[in-house]
């Protein structure tokens, strides 16, 4: 394959990045990134992305950008402490310089980069104001991304003033409502409470000057909105809600399919941690118990098998243990039948042997 192939290739796969999901996106984008870096590395500068930036090609200006940015190193002096090398300052201005380039032209991403370089003064001057200037513009063009981070600075940064913390708020709405869940997620906490935790030296404490009238339902839709954009923590939650009755009516039933997506969602992940694996412990109970669902021992047998194999969850391995001495044999067979394909399935999508 020549240069001109591989430049057509990445052309395609950064088409496919642009209609990934936000956070796919970042981590999507450095991988194309990176890749791009190694084949410059073995073939020398790719002059026709250079020659489409230099004509104006926005996103030959934002890869450019990339390409510089992922070669600024770090190397350990003689102390063993991380210093940057002696191109470091090279490489980030010249990322900032084509980031920019690409940033007044409206890419979405490029302004979300040139903010990251103003906030820290990578490459430019440090301008915070012009950091949040290119975040608004990223956001108000639909990207969640860019109001959860402006948000977030706006809420938890010590220096920003009440007003300040309360259009952090309005910026943490739009990116709920732009389908972020981890700022859906931090508006549930915000009306469950009232208030905004956050670490103040060796405690928790809250800040200042954001405060609501608690509302249990108000704090549940935000928490619906982020289990519906698949997180699994707010799935859970949702859950717990319907099975207990706050902020909504009490229903067994959506408690247990909720249960059963935040379960789903974790068996999709390659590490699984005891802490994250509620879900499906409350899914096992409903199929034990015939809550919400027809009574399935063997289904329950299966998921808490999962917890204490993949999770090394204590309680999922206490939970199983009692269930086993509920189930008959044939029950048991089917169980173990079923986890059986449950971790075949597993090991083929992450490429186990």
Same mark, same amino acid.
């Given at each position: 394959m020549n240069d001109k192939d591989d430049f057509a290739l990445v052309r395609k796969a950064s088409n496919a990045v642009e209609k990934a999901k936000p956070?796919?996106?970042?981590?999507?984008? @450095?991988?194309i990134a990176d890749t791009l870096a190694l084949a410059i590395e073995r073939r020398g500068f790719d002059e026709e992305l250079q020659r489409?930036?230099?004509? @104006?090609?926005?996103?030959?200006q934002f890869k450019l950008g990339q390409i510089h940015f992922e070669r600024r190193r770090y190397v350990r002096d003689q102390n063993g402490k991380l210093v940057k090398d002696q191109n470091w300052e090279k490489e980030v201005c010249l990322a900032a310089q084509w980031f920019r380039k690409a940033a007044d032209q409206g890419h979405v991403q490029a302004q979300c980069e040139v903010a990251i370089c103003l906030e820290y003064g990578w490459g430019v001057e440090e301008d915070r104001a012009k950091a949040f200037d290119y975040l608004r513009l990223a956001g108000a063009s639909g990207c969640s991304?860019?109001?959860?981070q402006l948000g977030r600075k706006l809420i938890y940064q010590t220096i920003h003033t009440k007003f300040?913390?309360? *259009? @952090?708020v309005e910026c943490m709405r739009k990116a709920a409502e732009t389908g972020n869940a981890w700022a859906a997620v931090w508006l549930s906490k915000l009306y469950s409470s009232g208030r905004v935790r956050r670490v103040v030296g060796d405690r928790?404490?809250?800040?200042?000057?954001i405060e609501v009238l608690p509302d249990a339902a108000e704090s549940t839709r935000w928490l619906r909105c982020a289990a519906e954009n698949q997180d699994a923590t707010a799935q859970f939650e949702l859950g717990q809600r319907y099975e207990e009755g706050c902020g909504v009516s009490k229903d067994i039933t959506k408690a247990a399919m909720w249960y059963r997506r935040a379960a789903?969602?974790?068996?999709?992940? *390659?590490?699984?941690?005891?802490?994250e694996f509620g879900a499906a412990r409350s899914l096992a109970r409903c199929y034990t118990h015939g809550c919400g669902v027809s009574k399935d021992l063997a289904e329950a047998y299966m998921w808490?098998?999962? @917890?204490?194999e993949v999770a090394d969850d204590e309680d999922a391995k206490t939970e199983l243990d009692s269930l086993c001495g509920q189930m008959s044999q044939s029950e048991l067979t089917v169980g173990k039948n079923r986890y059986q394909r449950f971790q075949q399935?597993?090991?083929?999508?992450?490429g186990e042997s």
């Open positions: 956070r796919a996106k970042h981590i999507l984008s @450095g991988m489409a930036a230099d004509a @104006g090609d926005i996103e030959a991304e860019a109001w959860e300040a913390r309360q *259009e @952090g928790w404490g809250y800040v200042e000057g789903e969602a974790l068996s999709r992940k *390659e590490f699984v941690y005891d802490d808490l098998k999962f @917890g204490a399935i597993r090991k083929e999508q992450f």
